[in-house]
Nanobody, 124 residues
């Protein structure tokens, strides 16, 4: 079992930046990929970005490409999501999730472990 805890959310103005962190409670027994998803009010949860165990493979949603950067520090069991040039439409609860293997999936199915989420609010 892997427990994930997100942090770093908050209230910012449009154009500002935030960095989210996702810490795993323990090192997994095997390689796993980590993804970030978000759920805005009244909308379904949507893929944001994912990164492979090695950090060499990444995947981004079109809406965040060029603004968000996902990275990981396996020595700290931590994955980061650097969010720049934030827009009001980025407002959502952000979740991190872990999937066994190295596929950087852009859908929820492979992800077995989920965090509780952290709120990001971007004002105009």
């Amino acid at each position: 079992q892997v427990q994930l805890v997100e942090s770093g959310g908050g209230l910012v103005q449009a154009g500002e930046s935030l960095r989210l962190s996702c810490v795993a409670s323990r090192r997994a027994d095997s390689a796993y990929s980590v993804g970030w998803f978000r759920q805005a009010p009244g909308k379904e949860r949507a893929f944001v970005a994912a990164i492979a165990w090695s950090g060499g493979g990444t995947n981004y949603a079109h809406s965040v490409k060029g603004r968000f950067t996902i990275s990981r520090d396996n020595t700290k069991n931590t994955v980061y999501l650097q969010m720049n040039s934030l827009k009001p439409e980025d407002t959502a609860v952000y979740y991190c999730a872990a999937a066994p293997g190295s596929v950087v999936a852009g859908v929820e199915d492979p992800y077995e472990y989920w965090g509780q989420g952290t709120q990001v609010t971007v004002s105009t």
